[in-house]
């Protein structure tokens, strides 16, 4: 299965499975606008080259780096941030991303969202709508109440 995650979620997935990662979308955190942007055409973004910025477009990001004296790569596919939190340089960064890249199996897809980095309840209902057969949000506050037959959100409770 491919794992497309908005943060390091699928990796802890791959992990506790002993399965190799099908997916590019690992040891990395997207903003959530960027993260929509990326479901919304898929393999468009996919497709494209991978390039790397020296800081975010998210002020929130470079705080967030800032305050924790982060220097992890930035990638981007085309207007897309990726957060490349667990990689040493763009070079390894881009190595691991052209291999597992190809792994993709766009049959097999589970797509995950949940309401980190600054996601609205807007957001969140958007990804709720979008047309991916398995997929699941999780959430900390609760939201309006959805049909779940368009996805499953997880309200925590906490």
């Given amino acids: 299965m491919t794992i497309i995650s908005n ?16 997916s590019p979308l690992v040891n990395l955190f997207i903003a959530p606008d960027c993260y929509l942007r990326l479901l919304r055409d898929l393999p468009g973004y996919l497709a494209q080259p991978l390039g790397f910025v020296p800081h975010s477009k998210h002020a929130f990001i470079n705080a967030l780096r800032a305050e924790h004296k982060n220097s992890y790569p930035i990638a ?4 897309i941030e990726l957060q490349m939190l667990h990689y040493d340089s763009p070079e390894q960064a881009a190595e691991e991303w052209a291999r ?16 980190t980095n600054n996601a609205t309840v807007d957001q969140v209902l958007e990804f709720h709508c979008m047309p991916y057969a398995r997929k699941v949000c999780f959430v900390g506050v609760p939201l309006p109440e959805q049909p779940l037959d368009a996805g499953l959100i997880w309200h925590a409770g906490l």
């Fill in 7 to 22: 943060n390091c979620w699928g990796t802890y997935v791959y992990q506790r499975l002993g399965i190799e990662y099908q």
């Fill in 76 to 79: 981007t596919l085309g207007d």
């Fill in 100 to 115: 597992r890249a190809q792994r993709v199996d766009y049959s097999r897809l589970v797509v995950k969202f949940d309401d």
